[in-house]
């Protein structure tokens, strides 16, 4: 995947797998080209060059519909300026299920109910969007991505806005559906975070992959310190086993 623009070369050559039915943390140094991966991956953004293959389609030459039922997306800071509720909002997950003149389902309403709940957003279903505050905003996105029910899942930094309970229940459900067989790329500033809950990782800095695998072998202190200038130390867990990283200045 290659994007340029002004004569700059953004997401450069850029050549990485999200493995079917686990979850891929996508990580690099501000403005290392996550969030333009991510427009890339889903269209949004044309890419010069690239394709993105799923379950051995080329995802980018579906049609929107067609491709809507296989991806979900989950934007960072995605407006909610819209005139609509929770609910409605939850519903537009719905719409690249059903036919274009048919209404909500009774299907459909039970596939939000469960998202809602999923997301712990039942109680505000019937509140406006715009007045939600940052986090409940977020979770709500998350909500509508799951009632699309989709094969795979990116998003662009979930758990901005989020507090640290919020921020594990995100993680947590992120888990969940890779365990249930989503395939989710999910970009993420908190190492931490990634270290804790992803099964494979990849790292981008200047628009290019420097590193990618399984995250025991790619959250190191080799790849790390380089890559952010810091000093990375790695421990284990005493409970999970996991990798939990901590970081000092040079
Ligand atoms: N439309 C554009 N025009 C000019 N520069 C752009 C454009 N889109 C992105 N960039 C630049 O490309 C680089 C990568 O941006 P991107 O938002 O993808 O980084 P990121 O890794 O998601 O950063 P962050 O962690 O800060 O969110 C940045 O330097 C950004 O300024």
């Not at 505000?124 to 939600?132: E, H, I, T, V």
């Not at 190492?191 to 790619?218: F, I, K, Y």
Request: proline share 4%; with cysteine.
């Amino acid at each position: 995947m290659t994007w340029s623009v002004d004569g700059r070369t953004i997401v450069d050559g850029v050549d990485c797998t999200a493995p079917v039915g686990a979850l891929t943390g996508l990580v690099g140094p501000n403005g290392s080209g996550k969030s333009t991966l991510l427009r890339l991956l889903t269209g949004v953004l044309g890419a010069d060059a690239g394709e993105v293959g799923f379950g051995g389609v080329d995802l980018l030459g579906l049609r929107r519909r067609e491709r809507a039922r296989q991806l979900a997306v989950v934007e960072q800071d995605a407006s909610a300026e819209l005139p609509l509720t929770v609910l409605d909002a939850v519903l537009l997950g719905r719409i690249p299920h059903r036919s274009l003149l048919a209404g909500d389902s009774a299907t459909d309403h039970a596939i939000a109910d469960d998202a809602l709940a999923r997301t712990r957003m039942t109680a505000f279903a019937d509140r406006a969007l715009a007045s939600l505050s940052g986090g409940e905003r977020q979770r709500v996105h998350m909500a509508r991505a799951l009632a699309q029910q989709p094969r795979l899942l990116l998003l662009d930094e979930p758990t901005n806005h989020l507090d640290i309970s919020a921020q594990l229940e995100t993680v947590a459900l992120l888990r969940e559906l890779a365990d249930e067989g989503v395939t989710v790329l999910a970009a993420l500033h908190d190492l931490t975070l990634a270290a804790s809950v992803c099964d494979h990782v990849v790292v981008l800095a200047g628009g290019r992959v420097v590193a990618a695998g399984p995250v025991e072998e790619v959250l190191v202190p080799e790849v790390l310190d380089e890559v952010y200038g810091v000093r990375c130390t790695v421990l284990t867990h005493p409970e999970t086993g996991r990798p939990v990283l901590s970081f000092a200045l040079v």
